[in-house]
T-cell receptor, first 117, second 116 residues
Framework: AQKVTQAQTEISVVEKEDVTLDCVYETRDTTYYLFWYKQPPSGELVFLIRRNSFDEQNEISGRYSWNFQKSTSSFNFTITASQVVDSAVYFCALSEESGGGADGLTFGKGTHLIIQP | GAVVSQHPSRVICKSGTSVKIECRSLDFQATTMFWYRQFPKKSLMLMATSNEGSKATYEQGVEKDKFLINHASLTLSTLTVTSAHPEDSSFYIC????????????FGPGTRLTVT
């Protein structure tokens, strides 16, 4: 069975600090997808990234970067020079690939990120 | 592109009544649609997976007679909460997947259900 663990329930940092959100996953499949979503107070999920299991290259998008390491089953997310607008709950998720299509996502419990001015 | 809408965004109903939530893919045909629920300050939990024209597949612990899912077309799935009770109050989110984008899932904005 698949599982996603986000050990950090809440993180609070001062604006402009860098912050890393941890994500550890478990799956028996060799083909799977990893995701990060942002959920602001409005509740709508904002897609940040999708990475398949065969692509271990790290990714950078502006102030956001992701470190995917299969050896430790981790897919960590770093925000550089954090801003107050980054305050939200962030979810890491996993999807295994069933024959002919994608499965539903298994979400971690989320990390509530608070950026203080 | 790849916009998913949900209606209504908020609904309040009395205990014992049924409420229907619609999920639509506005600019693409969805191969598969998924329904999730989220309790306050909790994670999202997959409830069921539905493919157009076939019966939904429910996750363990989800009552299929209580949460009726109909996927009548490639752009519309509905979730009906039957005989709702206060413990069904939750945030319900749908997502739609399409073959053309390698089955990436696009999430709707969610529906907040409050049962009084």
């Amino acid at each position: 069975a698949q599982k996603v663990t986000q050990a950090q329930t809440e993180i609070s940092v001062v604006e402009k600090e860098d912050v890393t959100l941890d994500c550890v996953y478990e799956t028996r499949d060799t083909t799977y997808y990893l995701f990060w979503y942002k959920q602001p107070p409005s509740g709508e999920l904002v897609f940040l990234i999708r990475r398949n299991s065969f692509d271990e290259q790290n990714e950078i998008s502006g102030r956001y970067s992701w470190n995917f390491q299969k050896s430790t089953s981790s897919f960590n997310f770093t925000i550089t020079a954090s801003q107050v607008v980054d305050s939200a709950v962030y979810f890491c998720a996993l999807s295994e690939e069933s024959g002919g299509g994608a499965d539903g996502l298994t979400f971690g419990k989320g990390t509530h990120l608070i950026i203080q001015p | 592109g790849a916009v998913v809408s949900q209606h209504p965004s908020r609904v309040i109903c009395k205990s014992g009544t049924s409420v229907k939530i619609e999920c639509r893919s506005l600019d693409f045909q969805a191969t598969t649609m998924f329904w999730y629920r989220q309790f306050p300050k909790k994670s999202l939990m997959l409830m069921a997976t539905s493919n157009e024209g076939s019966k939904a597949t429910y996750e363990q612990g989800v009552e299929k007679d209580k949460f009726l899912i109909n996927h009548a077309s490639l752009t519309l799935s509905t979730l009906t909460v039957t005989s709702a009770h206060p413990e069904d109050s939750s945030f319900y989110i749908c997502s739609a997947s399409r073959l053309e984008s390698d089955y990436e899932q696009y999430f709707g904005p969610g529906t907040r259900l409050t049962v009084t």
